[in-house]
């Protein structure tokens, strides 16, 4: 009998940090876009919605565990956007939107999406939904190369 209980408090435990996951919420893009002129990393902004199955699982498998690698760490800033909130955020152009209001200004209607944006908030690279789970991350991470590689180009770029 202990131990049928010492399994389910584990399980509970695991199921509650699960839970907590949290991945950080979008609040300053203003600051955030001097970090990518100081570091020439983009950012990436995961927009999900609230019960969304494929949302949490991305969360979860791929950029949670992204978030707290410290090679992911170095190569992009990571936000998240509940396109369903209400909260408020400072745009690239320091302007007070809602979280929604930023995904409806970026024509995000289908969830789980991922941008890679530059300083200005321009989309380097983008992944809609999740089309093959086995490879999610690999893509991503092919997508993140792609869009570090697109931002130096640009930063190196004069007119």
């Known amino acids: 009998m202990f131990r049928f209980y010492l399994l389910i408090s584990v399980f509970l435990s695991n199921f509650a940090l699960a839970q907590e996951l949290t991945l950080p919420p979008a609040k300053n893009f203003f600051t955030d876009s001097q970090k990518v ?23 979860e498998d791929v950029i949670g565990p992204m978030a707290d690698m410290d090679e992911y760490q170095k190569k992009i800033i990571i936000r998240h956007i509940n396109a369903n909130s209400f ?10 939107v809602s979280h929604n209001e930023f995904s409806l200004n970026n024509v995000i209607s289908f969830f789980p999406t991922v941008l890679l944006v530059d300083q200005y908030g321009i989309t380097l690279e983008k992944m809609i939904g999740v089309t093959n789970e086995d490879y999610y991350w690999t893509d991503l991470d092919e997508l993140i190369d792609s869009a570090t590689d697109k931002l130096i180009n640009k930063m190196k770029a004069k007119l």
């Open 87 to 96: 909260n408020e955020l400072n745009n690239f152009y320091n302007e007070e």
């Open 37 to 59: 002129w100081k570091n020439q990393t983009p950012i990436l902004i995961m927009f999900s919605i609230p019960n969304c199955g494929y949302c949490k699982k991305v969360k």
